[in-house]
């Protein structure tokens, strides 16, 4: 991989062959796991300027129609977490000499605090082609990574490396983007994203046929559906926005100066439809049946056609699943059952998706496992050959399991000595119904057709005959370590243990992805610093603690929340705990603290553990339940007067013992007591709210 340093510039094409998708990711670590920051793109033209503000990519713009441009959202990643954007380059109009790749933070925080800062990119095959890593970032709030360039036919890089006081207003404007100043009218930007949510409100209500999403998108259609909650999703967005269309007019009036150039997509709405059955044992009729599935091999068969089926008809959720494996945007088939010559025996991989781009075939082959069957190596090993000899870009795999960073579920041999490569990819059915969930509940797709059909391969993977519902077994190794765990008979070492780790890893991905889809928000787990930056060695640790101490620890970042979930597992005493850390308050009175806080907790739980945190105090302070602490919130005080730093609220509940998706099971119980804790406590606390950016008034062109 090319190493490079500020100033410096690369083509492309001298790293690799296959450059015509490319996918750059932004990466940073937090000491405390909570810092993040936001990823934009602006494209340039030989001015130095946007064409439009359209050319602005952004959270609240994340998707190019063309499909040039895409923020594919953020993965954990060593310490920290990777936000990754795919570039089409082959669709680039040809206006455009240059892309700029940078990020923004809010709330007063500053890429200085950031560790670990680096850019990569990786070829459409997906192999890592060159990083710049950052050390010198500074007390920014808006940080230039590096930029995509022309030179003749040829694409190059220059990693940048330069830091913006003013935010991500101050770096759009620079570039021409016509950010309006929230200041002259007393108004600020969440204000009028308020007043856009209620403008949209009243439109659904004489017209209810579409629900307003901020994104762009394709043409609305008819649907019925209801604007749910969009007030309280509207006030949560960052103080930046939406940018505006090419052919806006300056001299319009205050009410028709920002107006969603996102058109109108459809999501479907929360509640069911009340039945017309004349009772409950009838079964409504569905697009996709699973009762009459008998066998695996018609479990894997079923799933596979649906699953490319709706994928080759809702172009949102296609493009969505194949534009992290380096497809570009373009018209997709997909195919099931195909056979391709193999030696003496034909091979018949379950799928093969293709898309056509410009004349350019990009084609992937597709391999399918359902329930608690496992990958076969030698069988991808097949494909893999096979697509190397055909030219074939991707190997798709497709199985309940989770991969994990830096552990393969299969071991294949790539042969070096071929120029085409081809990349392996993973995907999980927990990943796929994440996906269909966020497009027909939070994000919305182009018509209510595409809503209908996503909704119903949906129902197909959560049905409890299709074979797709996720991570749901511990392995062969949970019982022996539990059991070595209770007769202390489990040592430091014990590779059963490391198995153990990575499926409680699986699992914790899992869950991340089930309440992300519920929420509509970005779920990740954290990985702190102190355990290390490689993925095998951080396994290797968290074994040697499973072994001593029979815990198992994780921690969730979830938007928009107080700070971070802590997921705890005591295999000693078969309990669950799930906790969070929030902040004092920085002014007032400590009295004023504790009764605010009980206030907001008046429908959390009863048997919620309340732990004051106290500066230099390892123990803590006062703690109790919350029934206890409800008539007298002074008890959460300090006797000595020392200084309150912080609450700790914990539910604490037993797990279920089985290794499997037994109701009881201990899969089931993490997943509940993680939702349990979100839906009755952390919804309950005020979120941090976001600083507002500085209007920006004359800035100078960049």
Same mark, same amino acid.
């Given at each position: 991989?090319?190493?490079?340093?500020?100033?410096?510039?690369?083509?492309?094409?001298?790293?690799?062959?296959?450059?015509?998708?490319?996918?750059?990711?932004?990466?940073?670590?937090?000491?405390?796991?909570?810092?993040?920051?936001?990823?934009?793109?602006?494209?340039?033209?030989?001015?130095?300027?946007?064409?439009?503000?359209?050319?602005?990519?952004?959270?609240?713009?994340?998707?190019?129609?063309?499909?040039?441009?895409?923020?594919?959202?953020?993965?954990?990643?060593?310490?920290?977490?990777?936000?990754?954007?795919?570039?089409?380059?082959?669709?680039?109009?040809?206006?455009?000499?240059?892309?700029?790749?940078?990020?923004?933070?809010?709330?007063?925080?500053?890429?200085?605090?950031?560790?670990?800062?680096?850019?990569?990119?990786?070829?459409?095959?997906?192999?890592?082609?060159?990083?710049?890593?950052?050390?010198?970032?500074?007390?920014?709030?808006?940080?230039?990574?590096?930029?995509?360039?022309?030179?003749?036919?040829?694409? %190059?890089?220059?990693?940048?490396?330069?830091?913006?006081?003013?935010?991500?207003?101050?770096?759009?404007?620079?570039?021409?983007?016509?950010?309006?100043?929230?200041?002259?009218?007393?108004?600020?930007?969440?204000?009028?994203?308020?007043?856009?949510?209620?403008?949209?409100?009243?439109?659904?209500? %004489?017209?209810?046929?579409?629900?307003?999403?901020?994104?762009?998108?394709?043409?609305?259609?008819?649907?019925?559906?209801?604007?749910?909650?969009?007030?309280?999703?509207?006030?949560? +967005?960052?103080?930046?926005?939406?940018?505006?269309?090419?052919?806006?007019?300056?001299?319009?009036?205050?009410?028709?100066?920002?107006?969603?150039?996102?058109?109108?997509?459809?999501?479907?709405?929360?509640?069911? *439809?009340?039945?017309?059955?004349?009772?409950?044992?009838?079964?409504?009729?569905?697009?996709?049946?699973?009762?009459?599935?008998?066998?695996?091999?018609?479990?894997?068969?079923?799933?596979?056609?649906?699953?490319?089926?709706?994928?080759?008809?809702?172009?949102?959720?296609?493009?969505?699943?194949?534009?992290?494996?380096?497809?570009?945007?373009?018209?997709?088939?997909?195919?099931?059952?195909?056979?391709?010559?193999?030696?003496?025996?034909?091979?018949?991989?379950?799928?093969?998706?293709?898309?056509?781009?410009?004349?350019?075939?990009?084609?992937?082959?597709?391999?399918?496992?359902?329930?608690?069957?496992?990958? *076969?190596?030698?069988?991808?090993?097949?494909?893999?050959?096979?697509?190397?000899?055909?030219?074939?870009?991707?190997?798709?795999?497709?199985?309940?399991?989770?991969?994990?960073?830096?552990?393969?579920?299969?071991?294949?041999?790539?042969?070096?000595?071929?120029?085409?490569?081809?990349?392996?990819?993973?995907?999980?059915?927990?990943?796929?119904?994440?996906?269909?969930?966020? +497009?027909?509940?939070?994000?919305?797709?182009?018509?209510?057709?595409?809503?209908?059909?996503?909704?119903?391969?949906?129902?197909?993977?959560?049905?409890?005959?299709?074979?797709?519902?996720?991570?749901?077994?511990?392995?062969?190794?949970?019982?022996?370590?539990?059991?070595?765990?209770?007769?202390?008979?489990?040592?430091?070492?014990?590779?059963?243990?490391?198995?153990?780790?990575?499926?409680?890893?699986?699992?914790?991905?899992?869950?991340?992805?089930?309440?992300?889809?519920?929420?509509?928000?970005?779920?990740?787990?954290?990985?702190?610093?102190?355990?290390?930056?490689?993925?095998?060695?951080?396994?290797?640790?968290?074994?040697?603690?499973?072994?001593?101490?029979? *815990?198992?620890?994780?921690?969730?970042?979830?938007?928009?929340?107080?700070?971070?979930?802590?997921?705890?597992?005591?295999?000693?005493?078969?309990?669950?705990?799930?906790?969070?850390?929030?902040?004092?308050?920085?002014?007032?009175?400590?009295?004023?603290?504790? %009764?605010?806080?009980?206030?907001?907790?008046?429908?959390?739980?009863?048997?919620?553990?309340?732990?004051?945190?106290?500066?230099?105090?390892?123990?803590?302070?006062?703690?109790?339940?919350?029934?206890?602490?409800?008539?007298?919130?002074?008890?959460?005080?300090?006797?000595?007067?020392?200084?309150?730093?912080?609450?700790?609220?914990?539910?604490?509940?037993?797990?279920?013992?089985?290794?499997?998706?037994?109701?009881?099971?201990?899969?089931?119980?993490?997943?509940?007591?993680?939702?349990?804790?979100?839906?009755?406590?952390?919804?309950?606390?005020?979120?941090?709210?976001?600083?507002?950016?500085?209007?920006?008034?004359?800035?100078?062109?960049?």
């Amino acid at each position: 991989m090319h190493e490079m340093v500020k100033g410096a510039n690369v083509g492309l094409a001298a790293l690799s062959e296959n450059v015509d998708a490319v996918i750059v990711s932004l990466g940073w670590a937090s000491p405390t796991g909570e810092g993040d920051a936001d990823v934009s793109v602006l494209l340039l033209d030989g001015d130095g300027k946007v064409r439009s503000d359209a050319d602005f990519y952004f959270y609240n713009h994340p998707v190019a129609p063309d499909g040039s441009v895409q923020l594919l959202g953020k993965a954990p990643a060593g310490e920290g977490s990777e936000d990754r954007i795919g570039f089409d380059l082959t669709a680039i109009p040809a206006e455009v000499e240059r892309i700029v790749v940078a990020a923004s933070r809010y709330g007063g925080a500053r890429f200085g605090e950031l560790e670990d800062l680096r850019v990569t990119l990786a070829d459409g095959s997906g192999e890592d082609l060159l990083r710049f890593a950052i050390d010198d970032a500074g007390s920014v709030s808006a940080f230039i990574f590096g930029e995509l360039y022309r030179r003749g036919d040829e694409w %190059k890089f220059r990693a940048v490396g330069q830091g913006y006081d003013t935010g991500l207003a101050g770096l759009a404007t620079d570039f021409g983007v016509d950010i309006e100043d929230d200041a002259a009218d007393g108004k600020t930007a969440e204000d009028d994203i308020v007043d856009e949510a209620l403008d949209d409100a009243a439109a659904v209500e %004489k017209a209810p046929a579409v629900e307003a999403d901020g994104r762009p998108g394709a043409e609305a259609a008819p649907t019925s559906v209801v604007a749910a909650e969009a007030v309280p999703q509207a006030v949560a +967005l960052p103080a930046v926005p939406a940018p505006r269309g090419p052919g806006d007019d300056a001299q319009r009036t205050r009410a028709a100066s920002r107006p969603r150039t996102a058109k109108k997509k459809v999501t479907l709405p929360r509640a069911a *439809k009340r039945s017309l059955a004349d009772n409950d044992s009838w079964t409504q009729a569905r697009l996709f049946p699973v009762s009459a599935l008998k066998s695996d091999r018609e479990r894997e068969t079923r799933a596979t056609s649906v699953l490319l089926a709706v994928m080759a008809q809702v172009p949102e959720f296609g493009r969505r699943l194949t534009a992290g494996f380096g497809a570009p945007a373009g018209r997709m088939e997909t195919f099931t059952e195909v056979s391709l010559p193999h030696g003496d025996t034909p091979r018949r991989p379950d799928g093969v998706i293709r898309v056509d781009r410009a004349g350019k075939l990009w084609t992937a082959l597709v391999e399918t496992k359902t329930n608690g069957n496992a990958l *076969k190596s030698e069988q991808v090993q097949a494909y893999m050959d096979i697509a190397a000899r055909r030219g074939y870009e991707a190997v798709i795999t497709l199985s309940n399991d989770v991969a994990l960073e830096g552990s393969p579920l299969v071991d294949v041999k790539i042969d070096g000595r071929r120029k085409h490569k081809v990349a392996l990819r993973h995907l999980s059915w927990a990943e796929v119904a994440h996906q269909a969930q966020m +497009l027909i509940r939070h994000e919305g797709v182009g018509n209510s057709a595409h809503a209908w059909l996503l909704q119903e391969l949906l129902l197909y993977l959560q049905h409890d005959n299709s074979g797709c519902h996720g991570f749901q077994n511990m392995g062969a190794a949970w019982v022996p370590v539990r059991k070595g765990i209770d007769d202390e008979t489990l040592c430091q070492g014990d590779p059963r243990a490391l198995e153990v780790v990575e499926s409680w890893e699986r699992l914790i991905r899992q869950v991340c992805l089930g309440l992300g889809g519920d929420l509509g928000q970005k779920v990740l787990p954290v990985q702190r610093a102190r355990r290390g930056a490689d993925p095998a060695q951080r396994r290797a640790r968290m074994a040697d603690e499973l072994c001593a101490e029979g *815990k198992l620890q994780a921690e969730l970042r979830i938007d928009g929340a107080p700070g971070v979930l802590t997921v705890g597992a005591d295999l000693r005493t078969a309990r669950l705990r799930t906790s969070v850390e929030i902040p004092a308050p920085g002014q007032g009175y400590p009295l004023t603290w504790a %009764k605010r806080l009980v206030r907001r907790l008046a429908e959390a739980p009863a048997d919620l553990h309340v732990e004051t945190l106290v500066e230099g105090e390892t123990g803590g302070g006062p703690r109790g339940t919350l029934e206890r602490l409800r008539p007298e919130p002074a008890d959460m005080l300090p006797k000595n007067g020392a200084r309150i730093t912080g609450f700790r609220l914990t539910l604490v509940k037993g797990m279920g013992s089985g290794r499997g998706s037994a109701e009881s099971g201990f899969i089931r119980s993490v997943d509940d007591a993680v939702r349990r804790f979100h839906g009755t406590v952390l919804v309950h606390l005020e979120r941090p709210t976001p600083a507002k950016e500085a209007p920006v008034e004359g800035a100078a062109a960049g």
